[in-house]
């Protein structure tokens, strides 16, 4: 096969092989889109229950940021997450930082109500209003042994 | 490699046998380091690189044919073993992350090794086998050329270049068949699918990937240039059939240590 000499054949090879990692690595890897155009703005939760790093932070269902790491306030027996926003987007300081999970059984990710009063969050402010996670388990158990009151009457629960 | 059994002392014979067993794969693995850290300081000297270019020619460009049917077919039967089994769960859109992490993670790697072992891990041992047993290796040495440099070192740096690049084809064609088989056939959604992938995805998977198939590159190229080197030294066979045994040995133990190295490389990186 003197047509293409070896040397074609393995330079073309190398070439291909490294363009397929280098696609792997930056388009599977999930190298950081975000990088310089983004703010950081920190809410504190009472519980962050199986949030992690790198999950995402969503207003009306669009993510527009990851969650970038978490600080413990032990005075004020918090959380501190500290949330990377792309920049461009607005919230306001009446906005509502909730973790939620994404279906039953997935994810965790942070919603943002970006709320609508006239004053703007500066890179670096906190966000007030939040909302931990609904620990599943523990409303199931709340139901199924009557703490929860229903139309005035507790629910059945466990017969007693 | 048998040895000759020692003269006179009257010994149990568990201990002896299992002893000398032991000593002689003790002795090997030593030949083997010894072998692998000469050869791969010789990479590094002049006037490797045709030999180089040469070898990843044979070990890489020509086996990457094969390696892409196999991630196919693997990454489409994937597909069609995986949908049936979520599908009783409901979960048919992990689909693409269960094909992308298992593919990454643990066959691309192990795949690759084992159909490049077969290809061109033969082909080394017996090459090498044949150069030794013609003499070609001692006419080496009386024209002071280093066989080592000159045989083994280009065949282990061709190694840890191609093994990793044609790991990476058999992934993205991997990923590639189970989207054939989960979307186009079994008509799942082609944006989850493709979406799961990318995300579930992590740099760390990626890269525990690619050690892997380093390691395996490291593992497959020392041995069959070992066994082929040293077929000469078999004492259950010499000429012709020891070549073949030496490449039978050769194969079989590079899988064996490739799936055994792939558990404690995991292990590691987990």
Known sequence: ?160 | MTRTKTSGEKQLWPFETVGTKVNGWVDDLGAVGIFLLRAFIMVFRAKQLPSIVQQVYYIGARSAPVVMLVGLFTGMVLGLQLYYTLVKFGSTGALGSAIALSLIRELGPVLTAIMITARAGSSMTTEIGIQRISEQIDALYTMRIDSLRYLVSPRIAASIISFPLLTAFFDIIGILGGYLTGVVLLGLDAGSYFYRVETSVEIDDITGGFVKAVVFAIIVSTICCFQGYFTHMRTDAHGAKSVGLSTTSAVVLSCVLILISDYVVTSLLL
């Open chain 1, 1 to 160: 096969m003197k047509k293409y000499s070896h040397e074609t054949v393995v330079g073309a090879f190398v070439v291909i092989g490294l363009v397929a990692i280098a696609y792997m690595t930056v388009k599977l890897g999930n190298v950081s889109l975000l990088g310089d155009d983004s703010y950081s703005l920190y809410a504190e939760f009472s519980s962050v229950s199986g949030l992690r790093v790198g999950n995402p932070v969503e207003i009306f269902g669009m993510e527009v940021g990851k969650v970038e790491g978490f600080r413990m306030d032990q005075e004020k027996q918090q959380v501190v997450v500290d949330l990377k926003i792309k920049t461009g987007i607005d919230i306001y300081d009446d906005a509502i930082a909730s973790v939620k999970t994404a279906g039953l059984i997935g994810d965790k990710y942070v919603s943002i109500d970006p709320g609508g009063s006239d004053e703007l969050l500066k890179p670096g402010d906190f966000i007030l209003d939040t909302q931990s996670p609904i620990d599943l388990g523990d409303l199931i158990g709340k139901y199924a042994f009557g703490d929860i009151k229903k139309d005035g009457g507790e629910t059945k629960g466990e017969e007693e």
